[in-house]
């Protein structure tokens, strides 16, 4: 089968690779019908961290069943399925405190010696605890939906689950950091999942403003730093939001979101990026603050979203603004990398 | 009137100053029954931090109401009053929220310019926003009675608040570093307030390890670093503990916080010492972590806690181990900053 692989920092090909197989009896082979390129992609891309050369790529694809293991049992050949980020159990003890990203035989998709995404087919281990099924099937989505679908693997949840560390609810104010897939994603799961009144994007890219707009942000802030913190102290009376998503990661997003967030209030953290700042305690404690982070276990949130998805009722697909063919994943890394693409996603 | 007046590092004196007096309308003035020595008091006593020569001391003190303000209405002259260690108006948008810690027209007892706890009598601005009455008045409560409900004033509502930042609750399992007063009144606040089954303490020291078993703690366990560590997930089934309470607030005690608590754990924390470490952001990021923190909102709890020390079902006295009378004070410095004394009471 075809696949992308990582060659070196900014060289990724697509080779023959060996065919996607069973390995455990609790594996399925899924063969991807959609497949996108993450910004944590980026990093082995911009040479930032290390990756062996030969190594898989991606970790975000829906597909149907190809073939299931003996003791699969909640999927079947055929099904329209959609897989979080990293494959897990679903009953180990993490899982069960719904934190299937640090599920006790979890993994994920993409890591060296495992299928990637960007690929013709992948095996998914542990496909009961993973692998969430279209209930209509196939039959029951048009192409039209795929990108949706495809945006729950990782970002439409990981958006949510930012909003949701930070405390957000029904009528809520929230300030979303970040302006990337996983940020507007924060826009569409605080405003159209929690229910969330007001939400601010902060965001200098009108295209990307408009996405967030589009999701429901009530209000853009291109300001950053001490501008951009003054801009959400007058929106909010002086006192700071409530509920601060911070979906970059860096020591100038923390500055932020530190500034901006009210007396109180809390701060929801899914940037993750490679290198990991210090928190400052003395705001946390000053401000009484809730600091709450984490990657997000997609696999929690993925039967609500999906259900809202197949309904009508939530589409994240925005967030994707580049198709490409399998074969020109590399070109997707470039647009991405040059910020040309918020999100690529690869179809056939 | 008579007050504890700082002079200079380990060098606290008690003088003829002012008598207390109305200035605002909304003021009370209230006769010390009772005082105590913080632990935070001991860090301008050790030169740590900079306090003023002549300058007051003490922030924790209960009495009588002997003078009030045109405007107070909720407490009467002759009242028995709780003092929570900081003053707040209990009406602005921090006080609604439950911070009176953060209040707009807030302040601390013993800060320059302000009377001390530590003295015959005390001006409290905001009077009614701060001091809560005795239901039954003086004589309702007999003398033995006035420590439980001096330690309200800070120490047991503080460890309760860590017990409450750290998400713990009925029937679960909290381990409290910091085996001070407050650390020792967070495990009476976890166990008696919020109900936990298993509390653990962290002591070695055998006389504080008693008080902690007396509030509830079920082990203690005295080793420190990474053998305290392994020991409290050697309790916890490998999986470290879902709440701890980091009432020191050094980076040695974080690191036990981080490295002892569950994934999708919290830690709540109410050690604050003069430096604040820097929090690593990575085990938050990789564990899921909620960490919270604030120097805890006294008037929040004290209704409840006030209810509960008067009709005997609380009794967070223990933390004192020493009582002076207030010309004494320099004494009682001494005995807590060399450790002989938990805590300390002036009494008359």
Redesign the interface.
Same mark, same amino acid.
């Given at each position: 089968m075809r696949a992308a692989v990582y060659q070196a920092a900014g060289h990724v090909t697509v080779e023959e690779v060996p065919d996607a197989a069973l390995v455990e009896p609790t594996d399925a082979v899924v063969r991807v019908l959609r497949s996108c390129i993450c910004g944590s992609d980026l990093w082995s891309w911009r040479g930032v961290i290390q990756r062996p050369a030969g190594s898989r790529l991606g970790h975000e694809f829906i597909g149907t069943v190809e073939e299931v293991g003996a003791k699969v049992t909640t999927v079947k050949v055929g099904d329209l399925v959609v897989a979080p980020f990293q494959w897990s159990d679903n009953t180990c003890?993490?899982c069960q405190? =719904? &934190?299937q990203?640090?599920c006790d035989h979890g993994g994920t998709f993409g890591a060296p010696g495992t299928d990637g995404g960007q690929g013709e087919a992948v095996r998914v281990p542990q496909a009961d605890g993973t692998l969430v099924a279209v209930p209509g099937g196939r039959a029951s989505v048009d192409d039209a939906q795929l990108p949706a679908l495809l945006a729950l693997t990782d970002v439409m949840a990981t958006g949510l689950h930012g909003a949701v560390l930070s405390g957000a609810g029904e009528g809520d104010t929230v300030v979303v950091i970040g302006d990337g897939a996983v940020g507007l994603s924060a826009v569409l799961g605080a405003k159209a999942v929690l229910g969330a009144e007001r939400v601010v994007l902060m965001s200098r890219h009108e295209d990307r403003a408009a996405v967030g707009r589009s999701f429901g942000a009530t209000d853009v802030i291109a300001e950053r730093g001490d501008e951009g913190i003054a801009a959400v102290r007058e929106l909010t009376g002086g006192?700071g939001a409530r509920h601060v998503v911070e979906a970059v990661g860096t020591p100038g997003s923390?500055e932020m979101a530190l500034g901006m967030v009210r /007396? =109180?209030g809390g701060i929801g953290?899914v940037g /993750?990026p490679h290198t990991? @700042?210090?928190?400052?305690?003395?705001p946390? /404690?000053?401000?009484?603050?809730? /600091?709450?982070?984490? &990657?997000a @276990?997609v696999r929690h949130y993925l039967p609500d979203l999906l259900e809202r998805v197949v309904s009508g009722r939530l589409d994240p697909s925005p967030v994707f603004d580049l198709t490409l063919p399998l074969e020109k994943v590399a070109d997707g890394y470039t647009a991405m990398d040059e910020r040309r693409s918020i999100k690529t996603v690869l179809a056939g």
């Open positions: 003890p993490a405190d =719904g &934190i990203t640090r006192r923390w /007396v =109180g953290a /993750v990991m @700042p210090q928190l400052p305690l003395f946390v /404690v000053r401000d009484h603050l809730t /600091v709450r982070a984490g &990657i @276990p």
